[in-house]
């Protein structure tokens, strides 16, 4: 898997769309698995960046992806405090109107719903969200 340190500060998206575009090309990937990665993984990370790091000196912001077998799999990686965003973030509320809504939540609501699996692991001092994604791809 390749890992991508990314400056732990909004700027990483950029830096995201940049690597996204090389793997994805590098791979063939599709344009719409390209978009929902991107998509998932700009959430993942801009939940890092306003939410995790601000609480850390010296705060770590890292991607990785890679292809196996049928799968894309990528990680987003940082050391702020443990934190499992899919069972400690509150539920999106997909039921009421848009303008009654409060914020938040949607990000990881779609996170799970366009991937095909995801998991979250606190490994050392880092928080480690995987997503697997079909690529379409035969092995």
Do not use: W
């Not at 500060?9 to 990665?37: K, M, Y």
């Not at 850390?56 to 443990?82: I, R």
């Not at 719903?113 to 035969?138: H, P, W």
């Amino acid at each position: 898997m390749k890992r991508i340190p990314l400056t732990p500060d909004l700027s990483a998206i950029t830096e995201l769309e940049q690597s996204l575009e090389e793997f994805a090309g590098a791979h063939e990937l599709g344009r719409v698995l390209q978009n929902r990665l991107n998509l998932m993984l700009e959430e993942l990370i801009t939940n890092s960046v306003n939410y995790s790091l601000p609480s850390v000196s010296g705060p770590e912001l890292a991607l990785c992806l890679s292809l196996e077998d049928t799968f894309v799999v990528a990680q987003v990686e940082d050391n702020g405090p443990a934190f499992d965003p899919f069972t400690e973030a509150p539920e999106a509320d997909t039921t009421s109107d848009l303008a009654d809504r409060p914020i938040g939540g949607l990000g990881i609501f779609l996170t799970k719903k366009f991937s095909d699996e995801y998991t979250y692991e606190r490994i050392g001092e880092r928080n480690c969200v995987t997503l697997r994604c079909k690529s379409g791809k035969a092995p």
